[in-house]
């Protein structure tokens, strides 16, 4: 058996390597990260933390737990209209953590900083008698005064999603060994959906001037829709329906309303959830098209109880849910 | 009993209050915070984790805790030459713990907020089935390509220490019953720098134009001297002798070796430690003036095998310590 590394050993080994492509790191050699932010731009900044048993499967791979971790923030910046640049990350790992757990983790972690255009650029390694314990701040650009609010949706705005909704939420099924699913292509899709989620970090900041309000789609999308709209002071109609299912997703649904309705109140969708005017609808096909991401039409906004959502089933009539999202806290 | 709050019910009693005066927190409201660097000034960007039972006792007052933690990012934004600007807060909280636990903690925050000049601009809140586990992301403002480096120093140069050394680690054998002190005053003061250290975050700014490396003292005096000059290339001598002590530190050494090489190895001081050029004296003595805080030379840099760090004693002769610093990892 080798000697532990330590903390400064570890750094040296795991983490300066990924900080190489960012001068703003220091080279992890100093107090802080030091860097500036081009004139007519604005910083954004976003913080997810997860933890081992509550966010992700002990067990689960730790390059796929890099992934995650890196894409959940990845995907607020999306939301946001902002191009990734840097961030920092701290970790609480117990002592007797094996180091080929820190080796893949951080194997993951470079992995999509190359895939996504993202650097580390500092951050803290702590030990802990609980659970493996992460978080990222992760640091994005956005041209000055135009960064996407939540806010920012208006009474007969659309309501229009990214990618498809359903997925992680059907593969967290499969992983508790709760759902059957007709074959191993439909599994694997939905677990790889769950693990390693799409932040649409190429189409988030061509919604800039498109979008009205927006943000990410993390508590399951009913929630996230409930979210918006009352911050932009009205209600919604969603087209259960309308909602983008993968075909894996639809494979997993198979008509089942119970598990249609998992889909879209269950977290972990990581698409963009945003409004713009039905005339901005040739530019948004436009858009997905030049990236290759389907962008779909679910709802609408209306006058009525900030954040009431009402669901419509394919008879346009009331779907009755249990809940509207899933609380990760 | 009443209900617990759950996580929007915490983030709005306990944290958008905290975000009120930084405009760039977004009220809380988005997916990230959004802010600006003013043109000629760079971000300094430091994070800082703490885990009960690691870094402070379970049962310490939760705003001891939220100013250790806030202090600890504070000192290193210090140590960068940077003024505070704002903060990130990510909290894993067990399930059980009392709603009392956060409103004391959170009222910490906001006496240290108001003190030092910083808001919230964001943060995550997520449970966990370890001990309470909490980080901090602190940014800063520091003129563009003047930002403190550790690596700055040169051999022939002074090294200085701001404030007292050694009190946090006298204060920690007191908490641990370990170290008997002659009066209840000595142990006031040793216990308070443990739990509410000093951030030089007035003098750190106007080290600017003067300093040449610097870092704050975290790990141990003697270890963190061995940081710098090793960053720095060179070799570094320390008079022990010289090494500032408050009176209580100097009670409660009270003339024992191994008291004295304790405090000069002791963690958590969060003093800053710089050097500079001889010909520097007479302008840090008038800062220390103006600041009203001990500027203090205990050594200087010599060509030798970087990190190395000679400790002298009164009659100058070697000092033999066991230990070089404290290990937070």
Redesign the interface.
């Known amino acids: 058996m080798t000697k532990p590394l330590?903390?400064f050993g570890r750094i040296s080994r795991f983490f300066k390597p990924l900080a190489a492509g960012f001068p703003g790191a220091?080279g992890l050699?100093?107090?802080?990260?030091?860097?500036?932010?081009p004139?007519g731009?604005?910083?954004?900044?976003?913080?997810?933390?997860?933890?081992a048993?509550?966010?992700f499967f002990p067990d689960d791979a730790p390059a796929d737990i890099a992934a995650k971790l890196m894409r959940s923030n990845l995907s607020?910046?999306a939301?946001?209209g902002?191009e990734p640049l840097a961030y920092?990350l701290?970790t609480?790992l117990p002592r007797g953590l094996d180091e080929s757990w820190l080796e893949g983790f951080a194997a993951g972690l470079g992995e999509d900083q190359r895939r996504f255009g993202i650097a580390l650029?500092?951050?803290?390694?702590?030990?802990?008698?609980?659970?493996v314990?992460l978080?990222v701040?992760a640091?994005?650009l956005?041209p000055?005064g135009r960064?996407l609010?939540?806010?920012g949706g208006r009474p007969g705005d659309r309501v229009f999603v990214t990618g498809s909704i359903g997925d992680a939420a059907l593969g967290l099924e499969i992983a508790y060994g709760r759902l059957d699913v007709p074959d191993e292509e439909t599994s694997a899709h939905l677990l790889r959906r769950l693990r390693r989620p799409d932040p649409r970090t190429t189409i988030g900041p061509r919604l800039i001037g498109l979008a009205g309000g927006a943000?990410?789609v993390s508590d399951g999308l009913v929630a996230d829709l409930g979210h918006l709209c009352g911050?932009s002071g009205c209600a919604a109609l969603l087209r259960a329906e309308a909602v983008p299912l993968s075909d894996a997703a639809r494979g997993a649904i198979d008509g089942d309303p119970v598990r249609l309705a998992l889909a879209i109140t269950g977290g972990d969708d990581y698409e963009l959830l945003f409004t713009a005017p039905a005339a901005a609808r040739d530019d948004l096909a436009a858009l997905s098209a030049d990236c290759g991401v389907a962008i779909t039409e679910i709802g609408e906004l209306h006058p009525g109880t900030p954040g009431e959502v009402s669901v419509l089933d394919a008879a346009t009539t009331p779907l009755p849910l249990t809940r509207r999202g899933w609380?990760?806290?």
């Open positions: 330590g903390e220091r050699r100093d107090d802080a990260a030091v860097f500036g932010v004139e731009r604005e910083l954004v900044v976003t913080t997810d933390a997860m933890v048993g509550v966010h607020d910046l939301a946001m902002a920092t701290v609480a650029a500092g951050g803290d390694s702590v030990s802990t008698t609980g659970p314990t978080s701040t640091f994005g956005v000055a960064a609010p939540r806010w943000m990410d911050e609380d990760h806290f």
